[in-house]
């Protein structure tokens, strides 16, 4: 009975199994384009080539992001360092972002970055390549390599049968340490001429919505550089500039606020999206606010975030505060009262004593709003 069964399932197996190839045939396709709808792999392209002073050849490409942008170029390095008399290839994988700025590197497992007699790179010396490569005003950029080392201070190679000099003291921050030549041989390669390269390739292909990518990126130097080239009069880039202000990185913030039109500054629709961000950002920016704020009439909502806010202000900020509130004491609510009397009795002596002389001022006016 049991061969009879499994002579039947056999049979039917093979009767079906034309059908299951089929199948197969068909889903595999489909699920396939599936995952990679899901998951897909950015585009890249050739963006150019560039022979460095070794007359080494490097291939650079354009990455693109999931939108189909430029995102950042790429180049797969090698190239020779000789030092001592001792040669060996440098094999990195280098990227850097759309203005030629580096960005980051990663080893090539089989061939790892090495010092002085094939030690391998530390954690501590990848962060120092790092650092150093992102420093487009290195002291690397005004010397040869040999002129790095002070061949009178002489160092034994457990390697190789020979000795190697020993970098300047002056110099060493501007290398990683017993990897002199390494240090000078990328520096140049990253900052060189291809950088400038990079900068070329990206403004040829210039567009509104590259523009916007490097508003919206947490890159600093592509945002100053977007922040010069929108026109800033355009609404439509008002709540980008406005988000940079809290979220722009090192000085573009100061950058941005100061593109903010002057109309923005007197319209309802972004007074109190800006003046919420006094409780967000740090002293000076919030001078840079209520200076622009100034002489300014405000919308009633903003009157009220400007009293919501008072509370993450310092002493010498009440006084420039209150007299955005005095000027606009027309506009004021009872919430906006009620904040500046729960302020007054919080036991903040400074704001104390401006809120008292301010709620006196406005109740001799006849214009104090029970809260």
């Known amino acids: 009975m049991l061969k009879v069964k499994n002579f039947a399932g056999n049979e039917n197996l093979t009767k079906f199994r034309p059908a299951l190839k089929f199948l197969l045939l068909l889903i595999l396709p489909l699920l396939f384009m599936s995952l990679k709808l899901q998951n897909p792999t950015p585009r890249k392209e050739r963006a150019f080539v560039v022979y460095t002073k070794d007359s080494v050849q490097l291939e650079v490409d354009l990455l693109f992001n999931a939108n189909d942008l430029p995102a950042k170029y790429y180049s797969f390095v090698v190239t020779p360092v000789c030092e001592e008399g001792v040669c060996y290839n440098l094999v990195a994988e280098v990227y850097w972002d759309l203005l030629g700025n580096f960005l980051d590197y990663t080893e090539v497992p089989l061939d790892p970055l090495t010092k002085f007699d094939h030690i391998k790179f530390t954690r501590e010396d990848h962060d120092k390549m790092k650092e150093i490569l992102r ?144 409780k967000e950002v740090e002293f000076r920016m919030q001078n840079e606010i209520l200076n622009r704020f100034n002489n300014k009439v405000l919308d009633v909502n903003a009157t009220t975030f400007l009293a919501c806010a008072m509370g993450s202000l310092n002493k010498s900020q009440f006084k420039k505060a209150f007299k955005i509130l005095y000027d606009n004491r027309g506009q004021l609510t009872p919430k906006s009262i009620e904040e500046i009397v729960v302020q007054k009795n919080s036991g903040n002596n400074e704001f104390s004593k401006e809120a008292e002389q301010f709620l006196t001022s406005i109740a001799k006016e006849g214009r104090l709003v029970s809260p």
């Open 135 to 278: 420093d487009k005003t290195s002291l690397l950029a005004n010397y040869k390599a040999e002129d790095l080392v002070d061949h009178s201070i002489e160092i034994k190679s457990e390697v190789i049968d020979g000795v190697a000099g020993a970098t300047y003291k002056s110099l060493s921050g501007a290398v990683v340490r017993g990897a002199v030549y390494s240090s000078h041989t990328l520096w140049h390669i990253v900052n060189g001429e291809l950088a400038d390269k990079i900068v070329a390739h990206t403004e040829a292909l210039m567009s509104e919505e590259v523009l916007v990518s490097m508003l919206d990126s947490d890159n600093y130097s592509l945002q100053f550089y977007a922040l010069n080239k929108i026109d800033t009069g355009n609404e439509k880039y008002t709540p980008k500039l406005i988000r940079l202000i809290t979220e722009g990185d090192s000085y573009v913030p100061f950058f941005a606020i100061e593109k903010i039109p002057d109309w923005a500054w007197s319209s309802a629709k972004y007074q109190s999206e800006i003046i919420s961000l006094l």
